[in-house]
């Protein structure tokens, strides 16, 4: 299995059905911070859920098309993060991430993607990474703004979550720009 240490505080391990019970206690404990960004918490409520998320994940992940780990800090699961997309048609990989709310503050998500994009660029040999948050989820975009990333721009209407309907700013940084985050 896929495991890498970011720093001494937090490693990525590829995501599998062993992590399912931390999974739902982690979405339960902060689904109301969740669902103010993401619809499928309120959706993925058992093990069985996410385990068949786990499944097509992982055969993604086989197809060269995603990567997801869990986020272990400390040596506790506090969250998923991953290339969500990898589009080698294009050269460019999109990061997608949520952790706890308690566990915000630390440095641990731009810390977290910091890496993804190295392995991106250094080992995927995409040209572009993307980072999409919704306009209003201040603290995703903070950490576009920490990892040095252009705003591309604001795109309308990009997801429904629960009756809400939120628009998206879209981040971006190349592979010429990366001596930006050493």
């Keep these: 299995m896929f495991k890498v240490e970011v720093d001494s505080e937090i490693r990525l391990c590829l995501i599998n059905r062993s992590f399912s019970k931390d999974l739902v206690r982690l979405v339960e404990e902060n689904l109301e911070y969740l669902s103010q960004w993401l619809d499928w918490p309120r959706h993925c409520k058992t093990e069985n859920d996410f385990d068949a998320f786990i499944q097509g994940v992982l055969h993604s992940y086989a197809n060269g098309k995603s990567m997801i780990c869990v986020i272990e800090y400390k040596k506790e699961v ?105």
């Design 78 to 182: 506090i969250g998923v993060c991953g290339l969500s997309e990898i589009n080698d048609t294009l050269s460019c990989a999109k990061i997608g991430y949520w952790i706890a709310q308690n566990k915000q503050g630390k440095g641990i998500v731009t810390r977290v993607c910091q890496y993804l994009m190295f392995y991106a660029f250094d080992e995927l040999k995409v040209h572009k990474v993307e980072i999409a948050a919704a306009v209003e989820n201040r603290s995703s975009r903070v950490v576009c703004m920490r990892l040095g990333m252009k705003l591309e721009g604001i795109f309308t209407n990009k997801a429904k979550v629960g009756n809400k309907i939120l628009d998206h700013a879209v981040y971006s940084t190349h592979n010429s720009q990366k001596t930006v985050l050493r």
